[in-house]
């Protein structure tokens, strides 16, 4: 039997390699949802810079933050992005029809979650420091990435 060129040389094709950059630039953006998981274990546990900047907003009515609520939003965003940004790896390294729908899911999700850490206000002042709305960004500009790569 007669094997083709490409199937002989053992050199993956341009195809193989975008497939793989795409499932690099997933991967990346599913660890930079733990990222945005472990910044807030290390100020819950240190810092607590989050809630001093809520206390700082709520001062002015004589309301204190709750730290547990807080802390409860950035991580439903930093789980609710990997366990999606996991579905998106495993559609990708499957090669389903599916995986450019799933990503453009996952960026759109992604996205809207940074933009409601970000804009999240009472009394007329955020509630997250814009640090947390960038760190919860960036799983959203990887799934760009991965989407781009795939079109590439």
Do not use: C, N
């Not at 989050?50 to 609520?69: C, E, F, I, N, Q």
């Not at 804009?119 to 709305?133: C, D």
Request: charged fraction near 15%; proline fraction near 4%; glycine fraction near 10%.
């Amino acid at each position: 039997m007669r094997q083709s060129l490409s199937e002989k040389s053992g050199i993956p094709t341009a195809a193989a390699g975008g497939r793989r950059s795409t499932g690099y630039a997933v991967a990346a953006a599913m660890a930079l949802s733990v990222v945005l998981a472990a910044a807030a274990i290390v100020d819950q546990s240190g810092g607590r810079t989050l809630v001093d900047h809520a206390a700082a907003v709520y001062a002015s009515s004589g309301k204190r933050p709750s730290a547990g609520l807080l802390y409860g939003l950035v991580y439903s965003v930093a789980v609710i992005d990997a366990l999606l940004w996991l579905l998106v790896l495993r559609a990708a390294r499957s090669h389903r029809r599916s995986a450019p729908v799933l990503t453009v899911t996952g960026i759109v999700v992604s996205a809207g979650l940074a933009v409601l850490l970000l804009v999240s206000s009472e009394y007329g002042e955020r509630i997250f420091p814009p640090l947390w709305g960038v760190l919860a960004i960036l799983p959203a500009v990887a799934g760009v990435v991965a989407f781009l790569l795939r079109r590439a």
